[in-house]
């Protein structure tokens, strides 16, 4: 039977995309509230309102399901920043501010997509790959922007790279800790803070990275 034949006003293809997705959203549901333990093959069908064999339609296994979660989720995150992200501004503090600002109100807004970047992401292997993966392209991206707004010296990279790496992975934890109230900060005062802290960092690096003049 050709793919194409239309019921209920859907081809075959569009109802396996439909189906995909509400079992995407059933495990974001379920990894955002329930946690990575509780996100069975079992659980997320019956969430989704779908049996197993919908399932299988759609993924090989649950751990390709979390990996289809997790490219969703990072993607949003990526996507938040680097859109934050100004043109034109060559103050390291106000450039890293606004990307800042949007990541804050992200996982502040949806405390769901928090506990999954944050919590459950170091529970599940796939999950956890992923998250090292988007904090290094994200490091990059930094190292990236800062290059393109300041001569470094090639010599001085490894040093941008271990600022770069300190300044993602800690916003990271800073993050958690404070989406479980172990930092007492409202969300302005952390992003004002962070962004010091940030712009202190770069400035380090910079003394290290600037042309000698040789």
Not at 56 to 62: A, I, N
Request: proline fraction near 2%; hydrophobic fraction near 45%.
């Amino acid at each position: 039977m050709s793919s194409a034949r239309v019921y209920g006003g859907m081809t075959a293809s569009e109802r396996g995309r439909q189906r995909r997705a509400q079992l995407l959203v059933a495990a974001v549901t379920l990894l955002g509230t329930r946690g990575a333990a509780d996100t069975t093959v079992t659980a997320v069908c019956r969430e989704a309102g779908l049996t197993s064999r919908y399932f299988y339609e759609q993924f090989q296994d649950r751990d390709a399901l979390l990996r289809g979660v997790a490219d969703e989720v990072f993607a949003t995150l990526e996507a938040t920043l680097v859109g934050a992200m100004q043109s034109g501004v060559d103050d390291f503090g106000v450039l890293t501010r606004a990307p800042i600002d949007a990541l804050i109100r992200l996982v502040d807004n949806d405390r769901i997509l928090a506990r999954i970047i944050f919590v459950e992401s170091g529970a599940e292997p796939i999950l956890r790959a992923l998250r090292n993966d988007t904090i290094s392209r994200m490091t990059n991206l930094l190292i990236d922007k800062v290059r393109n707004l300041f001569p470094i010296r090639d010599s001085a990279l490894p040093t941008m790279q271990l600022t770069a790496t300190m300044m993602v992975s800690g916003m990271s934890d800073v993050l958690r800790r404070w989406l479980d109230n172990e930092i007492d900060m409202s969300a302005d005062q952390v992003a004002e803070h962070t962004t010091a802290l940030f712009a202190s960092a770069a400035a380090y690096a910079m003394t290290l990275a600037a042309p000698t003049g040789d």
